[in-house]
C-alpha cells in the first residue's frame, strides 16, 4: 500500500502553485466562486466563497470568520463555555498548493485554508497548524511522515419517502457489487484524478452497498487535505447523481461499519529510507513508534473515534478493532503490521490504525498519532507483545502479558481518558483541548436519548 520512491508508483508531492498560477488557472476553467474551507473538530467541512475577481486579494488577506464557529458541534450548535461565541475573529488564509477546480458542481474551486489569528500568527485552535507543528517536530528530529486514509462508504438509492436503500446486496468483494457500482465509482476515480488524487484500489467492502475507496499516500498534511478532498468530492458526486453516501461509523445498527484506517509510515529527511523496515520485521524504530502509538490508544479514541456513533462500530469481533493491542496481519488489532509487496519490502513497511473513522478532524487525527509515536522513539518505549491472534478471546492473564485492554466503549468514556493523558491533553494545549472536550461533550449529551435520531443524523451528516 505504501511506496515511496523505490516503488512503482508515483510520488505524490505538494503541488507548488503561485498565486498567479491560481488565478490563471480558476479563469481559465470558468471558475467564478472559490471556496475558502477549513474542517472543524465535528469534521464539518465549512468556509465561505471568494468571488473570482477579489481572489487576488482574499488569498493574501484571508477571509474572516467569527472565533465562535469553532465552538460548534455538529448540530450547528455552538457551545459557548468554550468561552468562543460572535466575539472575535480569525483568517481564513487558503494553502494555494490545495486549489482545485470541482468536478461535481459548476464555476467552482475551493482551497484549504489554515485558521490565522489577526497578528498573523496560527490560531491555537487551527487543526491544520497543530498538525503542521507536529510534522516540523518529526522533521527537526530528522524524519518525515508519509500517510494514507482509507474510507470505507455506504451507497444507497432514495425511496418514495426519501429513505436510503441499499446499492446493493453484495458479497465482500463480489463482482455484483463491482458491476452494480460501477457508474458511480468510474466517475468518482475520473474526479479525484482530475484534482491530483491517485486511487490505490477499490471493492466492495462487507456490508451492504458498502465501498471502500484507497488513496495513494502522501506526505502528511498532503494526505489530510487529500482525504477532505475525497470526501467532499464523494457527497458532491451522490448529490449531483441523486444518490444517498454515508461515511458514518455505523450507519446501520445490521450493518458493518465504516472504518477509515490510517497508514503512516516513518522516512529519514531525504525521503530515502523507510525506517520501519527492517529484514526481520518491524525495526526497533518501528516498535518504539508503534509502543508510544499503543500507549496512548484510550486517550486518541478521543480524537480517532470521536463521535457518540463512533462507539457503535468499534466492536468487537468486528475488524473494527475494539483492543489496545498490535500485531502482524491482525485485522483485530487497533494496529496492524500489514504484509509487505514482494521485492518492496523496505518501500511498502507501514502500520496501520484500525480505530479510526470518517468522524475524525484528519488533521487532529494525524497529528495526535505523529506525537504519541515520536514519544516512543523518544523515549525508546518497549511494546507489548504483538498479539497473534483475535484480543478477544485471550484469557485475563494474556491480556495482561499483551497490555490489552478493551477501547472505551463510549465517547463519554473516550474523553475522560483524553482529560487524563496528559502527553495528549499538552500536545493538543490548553485552548484546543478544553474546545473539544467541550463541543464533543456537547455531543454526547445531544445523543444520549434517542438512538434513532442518533443513527440518523450521523449517516446524513458524515
Ligand atoms: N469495516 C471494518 C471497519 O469498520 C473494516 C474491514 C476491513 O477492511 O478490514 O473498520
Ligand atoms: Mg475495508
Not at 46 to 62: A, F, Q
Not at 74 to 101: H, I, N
Not at 126 to 138: G, N
Not at 177 to 205: I, T
Request: proline fraction near 5%; aromatic fraction near 8%.
Amino acid at each position: 500500500m505504501v511506496f515511496n520512491r523505490h516503488g512503482n508508483d508515483p510520488v505524490i508531492r505538494k503541488v507548488d502553485r503561485t498565486k498567479d498560477d491560481v488565478l490563471e488557472t480558476a479563469s481559465k476553467f470558468g471558475v467564478n466562486l472559490v471556496r475558502f474551507l477549513y474542517t472543524d473538530f465535528c469534521s464539518m467541512v465549512r468556509g465561505k466563497s471568494s468571488s473570482l475577481p477579489r481572489l487576488k486579494d482574499r488569498i493574501d488577506t484571508g477571509i474572516g470568520l467569527v472565533k465562535g464557529q469553532l465552538a460548534m458541534n455538529s448540530l450547528d450548535k455552538p457551545q459557548s463555555d468554550t468561552g468562543l461565541g460572535a466575539v472575535g475573529e480569525v483568517r481564513m488564509v487558503p494553502d494555494l498548493s490545495t486549489f482545485t477546480v470541482l468536478p461535481y458542481v459548476s464555476n467552482t474551486g475551493l482551497m484549504l485554508c489554515d485558521l490565522i489569528e489577526l497578528d498573523q500568527q496560527p490560531w491555537k485552535l487551527c487543526p491544520r497548524s497543530l498538525l503542521k507543528q507536529q510534522i516540523e517536530e518529526a522533521d527537526k528530529m530528522g524524519f518525515s511522515i508519509q500517510a494514507a486514509f482509507e474510507p470505507e462508504f455506504m451507497m444507497g438509492t432514495k425511496d418514495f419517502d426519501g429513505r436510503f436503500v441499499h446499492l446493493d446486496s453484495s458479497v465482500c468483494f463480489g463482482t455484483d457489487g463491482h458491476n452494480r457500482a460501477n457508474k458511480f465509482v468510474s466517475k468518482l476515480v475520473d474526479y479525484l484524478h482530475r484534482q491530483r488524487l491517485h486511487v490505490e484500489q477499490y471493492y466492495p467492502e462487507l456490508g451492504h452497498g458498502q465501498h471502500e475507496v484507497s488513496i495513494s499516500h502522501a506526505p502528511a498534511l498532503t494526505a489530510c487535505d487529500q482525504y477532505i478532498i475525497f470526501r467532499e468530492t464523494l457527497r458532491g458526486l451522490a448529490m449531483e447523481q441523486d444518490m444517498l453516501v454515508t461515511c458514518a461509523p455505523k450507519p446501520f445498527e445490521d450493518q458493518p461499519g465504516n472504518g477509515c484506517h490510517i497508514h503512516l509510515s516513518v522516512w529519514d529527511q531525504y525521503g530515502e529510507r523507510n525506517l520501519l523496515w527492517s529484514d526481520k520485521g518491524l525495526s526497533e524504530f518501528g516498535k518504539h513508534f508503534v509502543a508510544g502509538i499503543v500507549a496512548h490508544l484510550p486517550g486518541l479514541a478521543a480524537m480517532l473515534a470521536p463521535s457518540v456513533n463512533s462507539y457503535r462500530r468499534l466492536q468487537p469481533k468486528s475488524w473494527a478493532s475494539a483492543f489496545t493491542c498490535w500485531g502482524y496481519e491482525n485485522r483485530e488489532a487497533a494496529v496492524r503490521i500489514p504484509s509487505l509487496y514482494w521485492g518492496h519490502e523496505m518501500a511498502s513497511s507501514n502500520i496501520e490504525v484500525k480505530c479510526v473513522d470518517s468522524t475524525m478532524n484528519p488533521y487532529l487525527a494525524l497529528a495526535s498519532l505523529i506525537a504519541c509515536g515520536l514519544d516512543g522513539v523518544r523515549k525508546k518505549v518497549v511494546p507489548p507483545e504483538p498479539v497473534a491472534g483475535d484480543p478477544a478471546d485471550l484469557t485475563d492473564d494474556e491480556c495482561a502479558k499483551h497490555g490489552v485492554q478493551r477501547l472505551p466503549h463510549s465517547l463519554h468514556k473516550a474523553l475522560v481518558e483524553l482529560e487524563a493523558d496528559r502527553f495528549l491533553m499538552s500536545t493538543l494545549g490548553e485552548e484546543l483541548s478544553n474546545a473539544y472536550i467541550i463541543v464533543k461533550s456537547s455531543e454526547v449529551q445531544a445523543f444520549a436519548l434517542d438512538n434513532e435520531f442518533e443513527l440518523a443524523h450521523h449517516r446524513m451528516r458524515y
